[in-house]
Nanobody, 126 residues
Framework: QVQLVESGGGLVQTGGSLRLSCTASGRTSSMLAMGWFRQAPGKEREFVAARGWNPYSTWTNYAGSVRGRFTISRDNAKNTVTLQMNSLKPEDTAVYYC?????????????????WGQGTQVTVSS
């Protein structure tokens, strides 16, 4: 089992920045990838970003709507993956979830992930 704990959400104005963190514990040695998803009110959960869990892994994947504004990275010493969000827009408002998987799959699909955090609210005011 893997446990995920998120932190870092909040309220920010348009153009501002926020940094989300997701700390993993438990059987992290079996993890292959970690991703971030978000869900806005009345909308389906959507992919934001993903990266390999292995400390030497360099691959990342971003949704088109956040590419160039968001950066996913890993803090090897802390078993933490962060999502740096810059140039935030009101349409980025959502509950953000981190997710982890120990199986190969399509990293942009929520069904590929078996472990989920509790979610953290991000609100961008106009």
């Amino acid at each position: 089992q893997v446990q995920l704990v998120e932190s870092g959400g909040g309220l920010v104005q348009t153009g501002g920045s926020l940094r989300l963190s997701c700390t993993a514990s438990g059987r992290t040695s079996s993890m292959l990838a970690m991703g971030w998803f978000r869900q806005a009110p009345g909308k389906e959960r959507e992919f934001v970003a993903a990266r390999g869990w292995n400390p030497y892994s360099t691959w990342t994947n971003y949704a088109g709507s956040v590419r160039g504004r968001f950066t996913i990275s890993r803090d090897n010493a802390k078993n933490t993956v962060t999502l740096q969000m810059n140039s935030l827009k009101p349409e980025d408002t959502a509950v953000y979830y981190c997710a982890a998987t120990d199986a190969s799959g399509r990293w942009s699909m929520s069904d590929s992930y078996g472990y989920w955090g509790q979610g953290t609210q991000v609100t961008v005011s106009s």
